[in-house]
């Protein structure tokens, strides 16, 4: 059970990789998440490089500045060490030049603040020089550039940032950490509201802690600006991609089958018969396919109508032949005073209407027939099992004696299974062992045989009926499966056969995918023939999708 169903999972596996509709839209739809996730990928890597340099760098140029300042700004006094306030303000003064004229705050170095160990400031870079945000003004009547929007909406929202972010510490707990003799980093807004990556390490002046030095850079966030729009490329390519994925849906698969449905309705609203779809199947993937199998399947049964409509014609005819034979031989009974002539033209009459009954269950069991085989749900058989048991069927009753022997050569045959319709095969074979029987002479033998065979197609049953009968006309070995088909040889009764027997065996062996053909007996390797015998073969492997 586990290997039927890993084995149909394969299958399934293999037709979608064989599917050039489902190739075009795995290759799109990846090739859009490819650009999606490379640009995060990039982004993601590129922020925590950013993160992890800026605290890093912030760090060694705080030790730099804690070890200048405890040697030029603090004292060590007559009972504790305490802080020169205006040396540390020189020194910060001197250590961090003035911004750069049209620059912007902290483009030229981090603020540093340092705060005495009650939490107050004692120095602020800031203040020092007293830095503000400064930029030209627009010019008069000129819009503001949309990457100028964003800018400038990223620098003072907070829900515009490219990834929901939280402070992870607060000033004063860095402050009041580096007290303890602990060097503190972490992200944090400043009074601006802007992102910043704070470095805070202690003072010490003879193991006591004389007060705290913060350094803050608000480069992270100008510079995921810069990340933003170096996203930009990639989710264009997304939005191209998808939107290439959705065009060729579209012109691949919506278009196609809005012409599928226009056709269909316009059959059925116009009463046509065949279905014409060449820009539809001539393509290369499942969608040509389904329009060539929409082709196939009305044209299959604009043939059925036809054949239809034939056999209708031909059945009027056929039946118009007898009628035409009552009424002629009844009109001329009436006029007839000789009994003997009455009585033989009553005999035609009653030969006319055993024709016709016999025409009529023909037709209704061809109609029949027919309608099982298109319904039918089929099945493994053991054809060589039916046959056997068919002919055991003719077997006359005890102490009497049939006026022609039916045989099966050979005993019951095994193994000989083939895929189809139990009942409209049976009839095929009844059909032919009635034939050969009717045309087999008083005391004549009819043989049936069923063995194996094997061509280039593959194995097959095949099953033999034989007669000792005057044979086929050459020129008639294919004519004998046509509807109505009733000549006969010489010395054979007429209206024995309504002629539909072989046609409906023809169309039962081809709805197995089977053949059914014709030949003559001959004996000695002379011009004359001993009987003939019909030869159907029915495949052995069934169909992909069932009986057709």
């Known amino acids: 059970m586990a290997s039927a169903t890993d084995t149909t999972r394969a299958e399934g596996l293999r037709a979608v990789a064989r599917s050039r509709i489902a190739r075009i839209i795995f290759f799109w739809n990846f090739a859009g998440l490819a650009f999606l996730v490379i640009g995060v990928l990039l982004l993601a890597e590129t922020r925590a490089g950013l993160t992890t340099a800026q605290v890093q760098n912030l760090r060694t140029q705080g030790e730099l500045i804690t070890n200048l300042l405890i040697e030029t700004g603090t004292v060590e006094g007559d009972t504790e060490p305490y802080v020169n306030e205006l040396a540390v303000r020189a020194v910060i003064r001197r ?13 030229s170095g981090p603020r540093v603040r340092m705060f005495a160990p009650d939490g107050r400031t004692i120095a602020d870079s800031d203040v020092i020089y007293d830095r503000r945000e400064e930029g030209p003004l627009p010019e008069v009547g000129a819009r503001e550039s949309i990457g100028d929007s964003i800018g400038r909406a990223a620098r003072s929202a907070e829900y515009f940032r490219l990834t929901p972010w939280r402070p992870t510490i607060a000033l004063e707990d860095e402050i009041r950490r580096a007290m303890r003799g ?24 003879v193991q006591a802690v004389v007060g705290a030095v913060t350094l803050e850079s608000a480069d992270v966030e100008r510079i995921l600006v810069a990340e933003r729009a170096n996203m930009t490329p990639f989710i264009f390519g997304a939005a191209v991609a998808v939107f290439l ?3 060729l849906l579209a012109l691949f698969i919506a278009r196609p089958l809005r012409t599928l449905a226009a056709a269909a309705d316009s059959l ?15 393509r290369k993937d499942e969608i040509g396919a389904l329009g060539a199998s929409l082709e196939a399947m009305t044209g299959a049964l604009a043939d ?3 054949a239809n409509e034939r056999f209708a014609a031909d059945v009027s005819h056929e039946i118009k032949n007898p009628l035409a034979s009552i009424r002629s031989a009844v009109e001329s009974a009436r006029a007839v005073q000789d009994e003997a002539q009455r009585a033989r033209l009553l005999g035609i009459v009653a030969q006319d209407v055993l024709r016709l009954d016999r025409l009529i269950t023909d037709i209704a069991r061809a109609s029949r027939i027919e309608a099982e085989t298109a319904r039918g749900d089929p099945s493994q058989i053991d054809l060589g099992s039916l046959l056997y048991d068919i002919v055991r069927a003719y ?3 005890p102490g009497e004696t049939a006026p022609v022997n039916i045989v099966f050569r050979g005993g019951r045959p095994e193994g000989l299974k083939v895929f189809g319709q139990e009942g409209p095969l049976g009839q095929v074979f009844r059909n032919l062992i009635d034939n050969a029987r009717s045309f087999s002479p008083q ?12 061509d280039k197609q593959g194995a097959f049953v095949r099953a033999v009926v034989a007669d000792e009968g005057p044979g086929i006309p050459p020129e008639n070995l294919e004519t004998v499966f046509e509807r109505f088909y009733t000549q006969r040889p010489k010395g054979t009764a007429f209206g024995g056969n309504s002629g539909l027997g072989l046609s409906i065996a023809r169309q039962i062996v081809a709805a197995h995918r089977g053949r059914i053909y014709a030949e003559n007996i001959v004996v000695g390797g002379g011009p004359g023939s001993s ?6 073969e029915i495949p052995l492997d069934p169909p992909s999708a069932g009986v057709r």
């Not at 059925?268 to 001539?282: F, H, Q, W, Y």
């Not at 005391?443 to 063995?451: D, N, P």
């Open 395 to 397: 077997a006359p009753a």
């Open 304 to 306: 059925r109508i036809d």
């Open 245 to 247: 994925s959705s065009l």
């Open 268 to 282: 059925r609203l116009t009463g046509a018969t065949r279905l014409r779809l060449p820009d539809v199947s001539r």
């Open 443 to 454: 005391g004549g033998q009819v043989t049936v045989s069923a063995e194996l065979g094997r």
């Open 182 to 205: 602990e060097i503190v980093s972490g992200e944090r807004l400043n009074e601006k509201g802007e992102r910043v990556v704070s470095v805070t390490l202690p003072v010490r002046r």
């Open 531 to 536: 009987g003939a015998r019909l030869v159907v």
């Open 95 to 107: 250590l961090l030049p003035p911004i750069a004229e049209g620059g912007r705050p902290g483009a």
